[in-house]
């Protein structure tokens, strides 16, 4: 693959270590950024996450059971909120095909997102972490290469643009 793909890699502040390791493993595959050096000074949250998302090619969000929520009068595990909501949002900004929610096994997994095919995996002290976390990754590689052997024009408005400018305004002056 020619293409190096830029990939934004999150997680919560529990889940750092399970980044690092995702990270360390698309070493020479692809260039990642983890969300510990995503953050400017003097800008919210939000503000930083927005404004990054033109910069990646593709996302990365991990769920780890860090927090206990009752949700319909059960309690269970679930992970933290922030880092769902950044997955919708590069969802949102990069397409549905670009952007991984990897779960840790037993979390609770909102209802909008029953009957997607989501990568699980163990908690990080269980037997077989490694060789799973490595599958999950090698997984994604693998959905990556396949996109990128495929034109997807997509519906965002900025691709849109530039191909109507390109067919617009660059071909017509080179003819």
């Known amino acids: 693959m020619d293409f190096i793909p830029n990939i934004f890699v999150g997680s919560s502040s529990e889940g750092k270590n399970i980044t690092d390791i995702v990270i360390k493993q698309l070493?020479?595959?692809?260039?990642?950024?983890?969300?510990?050096?995503?953050?400017?000074?003097?800008?919210?949250?939000?503000?930083?996450?927005?404004?990054?998302?033109?910069?990646?090619?593709?996302?990365?969000?991990?769920a780890t059971a860090d927090d206990v929520t009752v949700s319909r009068k059960k309690k269970g595990k679930t992970g933290r909120d922030n880092v769902l909501f950044e997955f919708g949002l590069f969802t949102g900004g990069l397409g549905h095909s670009r952007v991984f929610y990897i779960l840790e096994n037993d979390i609770k997994i909102p209802s909008d997102l029953s009957g997607i095919t989501l990568p699980f995996i163990p908690n990080f002290k269980a037997d077989g972490?490694?060789?799973?976390?490595?599958?999950?990754?090698?997984?994604?590689?693998?959905?990556i290469e396949n996109k990128e052997k495929t034109f997807d024009l997509?519906?965002?408005?900025?691709?849109?643009?530039?191909?109507g400018y390109f067919s617009n305004f660059i071909v017509r002056t080179v003819e």
Request: charged share 20%; net charge negative; proline share 2%.
């Open 129 to 143: 972490f490694n060789t799973i976390i490595a599958e999950r990754v090698k997984e994604i590689k693998i959905h």
């Open 27 to 62: 070493e020479g595959f692809a260039e990642c950024m983890s969300w510990t050096k995503a953050f400017e000074i003097g800008k919210s949250n939000f503000e930083n996450l927005t404004g990054q998302i033109a910069f990646y090619d593709y996302a990365i969000l991990i």
């Open 154 to 163: 997509g519906f965002l408005p900025s691709t849109a643009l530039a191909y």
